[in-house]
Nanobody, 123 residues
Framework: EVQLVESGGGLVQAGGSLRLSCAAS????????VGWFRQVPGKEREGISC????????YYADSVKGRFTISKDNTKNTVYLQMTNLKPEDTAVYYC????????????????WGQGTQVTVRA
């Protein structure tokens, strides 16, 4: 059974940093593409970053480029999202995603989703 479990969310002041973690199990983690989405109530899920399982290329939404960094530790079956210079508009539930292949930031391209972790940025 595929499982993605996020952690690391919380409350932070604007300008601060957080690191989200996503522990994966139940699939060949080293070869899968992984990514992060976020969602604000009443809005569609936004793809913010992904890492292609084929060549390791990383992609970011313009809204987070230069502030967020995705990384993957195959020895720990864990994906990270390092978030710096956080802004109030980064407040959302953050979801870890995985798929056999791909590098899209479109939600429909991802097969597996975690349960989400809340990030709140106070102005």
């Amino acid at each position: 059974e595929v499982q993605l479990v996020e952690s690391g969310g919380g409350l932070v002041q604007a300008g601060g940093s957080l690191r989200l973690s996503c522990a994966a199990s139940g699939f060949f983690f080293y070869s899968y593409s992984v990514g992060w989405f976020r969602q604000v109530p009443g809005k569609e899920r936004e793809g913010i970053s992904c890492r292609d399982g084929f060549d390791g290329a990383v992609y970011y939404a313009d809204s987070v480029k230069g502030r967020f960094t995705i990384s993957k530790d195959n020895t720990k079956n864990t994906v990270y999202l390092q978030m710096t210079n956080l802004k109030p508009e980064d407040t959302a539930v953050y979801y870890c995603v995985a798929s056999r292949a791909g590098n899209s930031l479109a939600a429909e391209r991802w097969d597996y989703w975690g349960q989400g972790t809340q990030v709140t940025v106070r102005a």
